[in-house]
């Protein structure tokens, strides 16, 4: 490649915030893979955030970015599929697979689209010192003849709109909203932006724990759900202690330790045909890297609280956060039908004709 800017280029970050600031530009946050694309030709990479090459798990990017791309830039944006009006991210994840021709077969199955929402550069200009507003604009154009797999990421200035979007839009699997200074250049690795995630609280039943890496207490809650059938599912984790209270928690949960796992609901996480039915720790990850997923079995009895963003299928999509425990609530008690339900949106409406008008 020949480029004015080529990899490995850090993408420009968020930190969180609580409320949608003033006079900024706006766009949704997507849930996705981000990557940086060079494209020289026919060369393309996609970069991912830690700068490895995605190239291989997206054959079909490859191509679209050929024929809906300028013949010589650097864009930043966002990998997703996108069917049924709304992200499916669990189908990216699937992606990483070692076998080539299942990755083939999944991206005729379900094809992945670019999000595009920074230009970095263009032809022989580098546009990384410029403000975003000219970044923005010249994206604008440079991809006015793209689709059907390129896209341009909506955007808009009017915070009473983002407001909206930041309602509307989850229901069609969106993360939150996205705040950038128009007057500020591309700044890798910097959190120079600003994100707004959806953010609630569920009662959750603990049912088992992880050691942590270093095997000093607990390093993760194991959380359930009950369902409509009245089986315990496995919805994710809740994480990031301190290293006292990793201590802390490993004798106040040893009362709760099961002398026989077999006793326990998710005793059959070790075979592959109970994953199918059912929600349960241990499940077999390509994301796992080998890590050790062995965990502690403890009885169903104690309830916590916990803040999630949002849920992906039946599960929480990130790691939860610990609030309190709840001693008032009966693990019984603890299951799908209190979790907040957003509004469906069509993401086919965000999408097409290069999205909402900015403003």
Same mark, same amino acid.
């Given at each position: 490649m020949d480029l004015p800017v080529l990899p490995?280029?850090?993408?420009?970050?968020?930190? +969180?915030?609580?409320?949608?600031? +003033?006079?900024?530009?706006?766009?949704?946050? *997507?849930? &996705?893979?981000r990557a940086i694309v060079f494209r020289d030709g026919d060369e393309v990479?996609?970069?991912?955030? $830690?700068?490895?090459?995605?190239?291989?798990?997206?054959?079909? /990017?490859?191509? %679209?970015c050929r024929t809906e791309l300028p013949p010589r830039c650097v864009l930043d944006g966002e990998i997703v599929i996108a069917h049924d009006g709304r992200l499916h991210f669990e189908e990216l994840q699937e992606r990483i697979h070692p076998a080539a021709s299942r990755v083939r077969k999944?991206?005729?199955?379900?094809?992945?689209? /670019?999000?595009?929402?920074?230009?970095?550069?263009?032809?022989?200009r580098s546009l990384m010192a410029e403000p975003l507003a000219e970044r923005r604009a010249a994206l604008v154009r440079a991809l006015a003849g793209a689709g059907?797999?390129?896209?341009? %990421?909506? +955007?808009? $200035?009017?915070?009473?709109?983002?407001? $909206?979007w930041f309602t509307r839009f989850e229901g069609a699997g969106l993360d939150g909203i996205v705040a950038k200074p128009l007057d500020q250049p591309y700044r890798p690795g910097v959190r120079a932006m600003f994100k707004i995630k959806h953010g609630r609280t569920a009662d959750c039943v603990v @049912?088992?724990?992880?050691?942590?890496?270093?095997?000093? &207490?607990?390093?993760?809650?194991? /959380?359930?759900?009950?369902?409509? %059938? &009245?089986?315990?599912?496995?919805?994710?984790?809740?994480?990031s202690f301190t290293a006292a209270r990793r201590r802390e928690l490993a004798g106040e949960l040893a009362p709760l330790r099961l002398a026989d796992? %077999?006793?326990?609901?998710?005793? @059959? *996480? $070790?075979?592959?045909?109970?994953?199918?039915?059912?929600?349960?720790? &241990?499940?077999?990850?390509? *994301?796992?890297?080998?890590?050790?997923?062995?965990?502690v079995a403890l009885r169903p009895e104690l309830v916590c609280e916990v803040a999630y963003d949002h849920m992906e299928g039946t599960r929480f999509r990130h790691t939860t956060r610990f609030q309190r425990w709840r001693p008032d609530r009966s693990p019984?008690?603890?299951?799908?039908?209190?979790l907040e339900e957003p509004v469906g949106y069509d993401l086919a409406q965000l999408l097409a004709d290069g999205g909402a008008p900015e403003r």
């Open positions: 490995p280029v850090e993408p420009m970050l968020a930190k +969180a915030v609580d409320e949608i600031p +003033a006079g900024l530009h706006y766009e949704a946050k *997507w849930d &996705g893979f990479e996609l970069a991912s955030r $830690t700068g490895k090459s995605l190239a291989r798990y997206f054959p079909e /990017l490859l191509d %679209a999944l991206a005729v199955e379900n094809p992945a689209s /670019l999000i595009a929402f920074d230009l970095l550069a263009l032809g022989d059907p797999w390129v896209h341009l %990421a909506p +955007a808009t $200035t009017d915070r009473e709109l983002a407001r $909206t @049912a088992g724990y992880r050691e942590h890496k270093d095997g000093q &207490g607990v390093g993760s809650l194991l /959380l359930g759900l009950y369902d409509a %059938a &009245g089986r315990l599912q496995h919805v994710g984790v809740c994480a796992p %077999a006793e326990h609901p998710w005793a @059959a *996480w $070790t075979e592959e045909s109970a994953h199918e039915a059912s929600r349960m720790p &241990g499940a077999p990850s390509r *994301w796992s890297g080998g890590k050790d997923a062995r965990w019984e008690s603890c299951d799908y039908g209190q």
